[in-house]
């Protein structure tokens, strides 16, 4: 996902909670800005939502005031009742960039860097090597609002599968023979140590004798990411299966799961079939926003937001990744 990039103001509308604020439209996402700043068309640098801003000059404004030496984190927001998600800046701030093509990557340019969560020193382990993506891609998916081709092109499948996504840390397990090999996390392989985390919780997996894939879900629980849900126990809840360069669909993961693994899925939130729902909606990413914006998880709290696939879990046309995106519940904090 581009970090910032150069973009133009699709739709503004006054707020209607505010007179000396507008909303405006930016690819397919929604931010508050202050009035008669910009107008329909405007050329201006879009920043989305866990970025980290470099501490210069343009970015004086967004500085925690009690904490100046506190990294900026672009985060979704509510300004007068309205959500706001990234940041519009007017290309003139930049003058380097009033030339560039719309859709340009200047994220490297204006030193923005990517929010990434820490792996807490519990979980962290020891490392082995970097992640092994020769093998299988990293589970790092695109938003939605900042890719609307790619929104189109899953939207137009004709059936999608809409899971919930969960907030833990990303756990990627390959198994050669019925054996496993190698557990990794967003980014490293880790050591099979007796005090790995990673490691023991794939060892609580029921690896069919002689099965060759790459299992990859979320481990969540007591001392991952705040434990958001509650749990007592540390558990894997998988979002995708390879095996023989092919995904499992959702019904064949959470078969396999149950039956075979006898571990948990991330739950299903909905089904769609193209003619007969997405065709219907006016703005389908808006409702699928709202939809992300709902997202509960069993103890009521709110959850991260959704995956959207097709139902058959195809390969991705820029990753190896099943094709998808997703969209953050605007309500969710971390």
């Known amino acids: 996902m581009k970090l910032a990039s150069v973009e133009n103001i699709k739709n503004l509308e006054k707020h209607p ?3 000396l604020l507008d909303i405006a439209e930016v690819l397919g996402w929604q931010t508050v800005v202050k009035k008669d700043i910009h107008k329909i068309g ?16 343009w ?35 930049f003058p380097e960039f009033i030339n560039y093509e719309v859709g340009t990557d200047v994220g490297d340019m204006l030193g923005i860097q990517k929010y990434i969560k820490e792996i807490p020193a519990n979980l962290s382990g020891e490392s082995s090597g970097d992640f092994p993506t020769s093998i299988i891609s ?36 390959i198994v050669e023979n019925g054996e496993i090999v190698n557990v990794c996390s967003r980014n490293l392989s880790k050591k099979d140590t007796e005090n790995s985390t990673f490691w023991n919780a794939a060892k609580k997996l029921y690896i ?11 481990l969540c629980g007591n001392g991952i ?16 299966i390879m095996c023989e360069y092919q995904y499992f669909s959702y ?32 703005n389908p990413l808006k409702k699928l926003q709202e939809l992300a914006d709902k997202q509960l998880y069993p103890n ?4 991260e937001g959704i995956v959207v696939r097709p139902s058959n879990y195809p390969r991705g046309y820029s990753s190896r990744r099943p094709l998808g995106f997703k969209l953050i519940n605007r309500n969710y904090k971390d």
């Open 300 to 303: 009521k709290k709110q959850a």
């Open 17 to 19: 909670n505010a007179d």
């Open 251 to 282: 019904e064949k993961m959470k078969e396999f799961c149950e039956n075979e693994l006898k571990c948990k899925v991330v739950p299903l939130v909905l089904t769609l079939e193209n003619e007969a729902n997405v065709k219907m909606w006016t």
């Open 138 to 173: 990293k589970t790092d998916e695109d938003n939605g609002l900042s890719n609307l081709e790619l929104v189109e092109k899953v939207l137009s499948h004709n059936f999608i599968t809409i899971t919930q996504k969960y907030d833990g840390s990303s756990i990627t397990i």
């Open 42 to 57: 405007d050329k201006v640098i879009f920043i989305p939502i866990d970025t980290i801003l470099p501490k210069t000059s």
């Open 208 to 218: 069919p004798s002689g099965w060759t894939g790459c299992i990859q879900g979320e």
């Open 59 to 93: 970015s004086e404004d967004f500085t925690d005031k009690e904490n100046p030496n506190k990294p900026i984190r672009i985060k979704n927001i509510k300004l007068r009742g309205h959500y706001s998600s990234g940041i519009i800046l007017p290309i003139k701030l």
């Open 225 to 240: 990411q705040s434990n958001r849900m509650g749990l007592e126990n540390i558990e894997i809840y998988v979002f995708q």
